[in-house]
């Protein structure tokens, strides 16, 4: 846009620069610099609690570097002026208050997409907020290495849905963006399903790295790959019982090479719940292993590891 013209590019906000937010803002922005329209232009945002350079390093999975400008504010009336789309990627524990912070400002049709682990926040947002509200979930792997570089440490996809099949073409027109940026991503109608399955990912694979602070390929080693098969064990009977249909409907081992897929996948990354050890922050703990504890109290199922893991945290 020139500096005479004086129509508003759409705003994407993306809230919360840690590695998820930071991999998916710069990845929009970035492409927004090198966008050869102007009907593909948009001004992103990255909100945080402080603020962070604008001048940003993102790498790659092969390694390679690319230095990316970019708005980053601490200040939610300004951050949300002209918003038309808001990514929220704060951790579980933060999406409430971070959100809470940023409503007033925002218009009441304004759609949201949330990006956070486990199944604490997305239903009550769901049916507080007044716009439409998506969900994503994510294999990408990523972590942040300091205030101006975030590692892409492992390509994944990204599925974005409602999570009663809602706001179809809204969330195409989402996974499209994405994917031109370099982040595939396809809409899905079954959203609430894919939390799951990425709920079943998370728990085999961030409690243990976090508790002995290795990067999720180390898990294909002993002892630590038992322990994975452990929770496995565990997570595949609660599935079954909540009849949450698995990856592979027709393949009843489809959960493990799920899980075991990953792990390939991001054997260099460090995973969130990890980073926010090394960090000395609070944990996604039990935004992981809470919702599957109270699921299994629910359908009378003893999962004597995963309780295990949730109180060696809790407690920690």
């Known amino acids: 846009m020139s500096s005479h013209d004086t129509r508003q590019a759409p705003v994407t906000l993306v809230i919360g620069p840690g590695s998820i937010g930071r991999l998916v803002a710069l990845h929009l922005q970035d492409h927004n610099v090198n966008a050869l329209t102007r009907d593909t232009q948009i001004e992103v945002r990255l909100l945080g609690r402080r603020t962070l350079p604008t ?4 790498t790659d999975p092969d390694g390679k570097h690319r230095s990316i400008e970019i708005a980053t504010l601490n200040d939610p009336s300004t951050a949300a002026r ?31 997409v949330l990006w956070q682990n486990g199944m604490r926040v ?67 109608e079954d959203m609430e399903v894919r939390l799951w399955h990425k709920l079943v990912v998370n ?22 790959s038992t322990m994975v098969e452990a929770t496995l064990n565990e997570l595949t009977q609660l599935m079954t019982a909540l009849d949450i249909p698995a990856p592979q409907p027709d393949d009843p081992d489809s959960w493990r090479r799920l ?58």
């Not at 918003?83 to 990627?89: G, S």
């Not at 892409?152 to 963006?177: K, P």
């Not at 085999?204 to 180390?218: H, M």
């Open 203 to 224: 728990a085999a694979i961030n409690p243990l790295v976090a508790q002995y602070r290795i990067r999720n390929g180390q898990l294909r080693d002993r002892p630590f």
């Open 259 to 316: 899980v075991w897929q990953v792990i390939t996948n991001t054997a260099n990354n460090r995973a969130s719940m990890l980073q926010d050890v090394l960090a000395g922050r609070p944990t996604e703990y039990d935004a992981i292993l809470g919702p599957l504890r109270e699921a299994a109290i629910e359908q009378d199922i003893a999962i004597p590891w995963l309780d295990q893991l949730w109180q060696q945290w809790h407690f920690s």
């Open 82 to 112: 002209h918003a038309t789309l808001v990514h929220v990627t704060t951790k579980a524990y933060a999406t409430d208050a971070a959100f809470s912070a940023i409503a007033p400002y925002l218009p009441g049709d304004t759609p949201i």
């Open 122 to 188: 997305q239903r009550p947002l769901t049916r507080s907020w007044s716009g439409p509200v998506l969900c994503a979930s994510t294999t990408e792997g990523a972590y942040v290495h300091n205030d101006t570089q975030v590692i892409h440490a492992g390509r994944g996809h990204t599925v974005i849905g409602h999570l009663d099949g809602q706001h179809q073409v809204l969330a195409e027109q989402i996974a499209t963006t994405l994917t031109h940026a370099g982040l595939p991503a396809t809409a899905v």
């Open 55 to 58: 001048r940003q390093s993102l």
